[in-house]
């Protein structure tokens, strides 16, 4: 799974509806579709978003179906449906993150677009199918 926004922890809220929680904070609609990554380029050096043991790639990637508008339309956060891959915790992916879940411009991941319903969290969190965010693999 891909996360292309950081998720605060939070644990005030519990879910009292049918939808899972996302970190204990709060309740989130799901919408699936299809992400096309757009580019892959080296970020030139370690820096804030990348760790030092590593050199990070910017990934660019769209979702299907221009279903972006439906975070733009239910909390006013829209990004002209280009998102910035990240990982968990905000980093940059490295180059053997990078070939070991093959992402490379125009490669296409089914993916669940999350939209907040309730909870002070993330407003819009997507998971791409079979990409862990959370495989720090590379710093080990």
Request: aromatic share 12%; glycine share 8%.
């Amino acid at each position: 799974m891909l996360l292309a926004a950081f998720m605060a922890s939070c644990d005030d809220e519990t879910n009292d509806g049918p939808l899972p929680p996302i970190g204990r904070c709060g309740t989130y609609v799901d919408y699936s579709g299809v992400a096309t990554i757009l580019s892959v380029e080296p970020t030139g050096a370690s820096g804030p978003s990348s760790p030092s043991c590593y050199h990070g790639y910017k990934v660019l990637f769209e979702l299907s179906d221009d279903i972006s508008r439906l975070c733009s339309e239910s909390l006013g956060y829209f990004n002209n449906n280009v998102w910035t891959f990240t990982l968990a915790n905000s980093w940059a992916p490295g180059p053997a993150y990078i070939d070991k879940y093959h992402i490379e411009a125009g490669a296409k991941f089914d993916c669940v677009l999350r939209v907040q319903r309730s909870g002070p969290c993330t407003p819009c969190i997507i998971d791409l199918e079979g990409v862990d965010p959370n495989d720090y693999f590379e710093c080990r």
